[in-house]
């Protein structure tokens, strides 16, 4: 499957965005679906994350309450709606889907992954 995000940009501390995960060559709800983020020189980290059949969501702590993953199986598109952004949201942000049922937090458990779009929180 390839997986093409968008939606990414500059916005003021406080402000909102909300990136899109366009998946072709598969069907989306054959998969488990992430929202990871790489700032500069750091790691790759999970953000958020939804399985395939009973949409359950799980989020990065600090994330939680500002942030949703939600997914809509007939557009074949993953979204993550980001509120009260603040500066540390600075980064890459990264769709990966997995085979198989289970959620993981590691990129290593994903098995494709889509180019990435830049996200800046300004003060």
């Known amino acids: 499957v390839h997986l093409v995000e968008s939606g990414g940009g500059v916005v003021q501390a406080g402000g909102s965005l909300r990136l899109s995960c366009l998946a072709s060559g598969g069907t989306l709800r054959s998969y488990v679906m992430g929202w990871f983020r790489q700032a500069p020189g750091k790691e790759r980290q999970f953000v958020a994350g939804?399985?395939?059949?009973?949409?359950?969501?799980d989020y990065e702590d600090s994330v939680k309450g500002r942030f949703t993953i939600s997914r809509d199986n007939a557009q074949n598109t993953v979204y993550l709606q980001m509120n009260d952004l603040t500066r540390d949201a600075t980064a890459v942000y990264y769709c990966?889907?997995?085979?198989?049922?289970?959620?993981?937090?590691?990129?290593?458990?994903?098995?494709?992954w889509g180019q990435g779009t830049q996200v800046t929180v300004s003060s």
């Open positions: 939804i399985v395939r059949m009973s949409g359950r969501t």
């Open positions: 990966a889907a997995r085979n198989g049922y289970s959620l993981f937090k590691t990129p290593d458990e994903f098995d494709y």
